[in-house]
Nanobody, 117 residues
Framework: VQLQACGGGLVQAGGSLRVSCAAS????????VGWFRQAPGKEREFVVA????????AYADSVKGRFTISRDNAKNTVHLQMNSLKPEDTAVYHC???????????WGQGTEVTVSS
């Protein structure tokens, strides 16, 4: 499975942005998917995850109520809608797929999100 994140950009605080993760491979629809982010000088952190059916999601406390994850298995795509963005949301956002225990097997290139104050 190859993953490609896209949709990042520059937005003002309070604004919105949608990043997407597009995958190759017919089995993507059977994989749990997660989004992670890494800000400059900081460790990578979990943002949100969605089950392969889309019926279960989990959010980091820092993004609850502001971010929404969804998936379209017919299009092998997972979206992350980010609203009420804050400067502290600035990071490179990565998607990952196929949760095996506590680790994801597949990772994509990140997309950069910059929130200006």
């Amino acid at each position: 499975v190859q993953l490609q994140a896209c949709g990042g950009g520059l937005v003002q605080a309070g604004g919105s942005l949608r990043v997407s993760c597009a995958a190759s491979g017919r089995t993507f629809s059977r994989y749990d998917v997660g989004w992670f982010r890494q800000a400059p000088g900081k460790e990578r952190e979990f943002v949100v995850a969605i089950s392969w059916t889309g019926g279960s999601t989990a959010y980091a406390d820092s993004v609850k109520g502001r971010f929404t994850i969804s998936r379209d298995n017919a299009k092998n795509t997972v979206h992350l809608q980010m609203n009420s963005l804050k400067p502290e949301d600035t990071a490179v956002y990565h998607c990952a797929a196929d949760l095996d225990g506590l680790r994801y097997k597949f990772w994509g290139q990140g997309t950069e999100v910059t929130v200006s104050s």
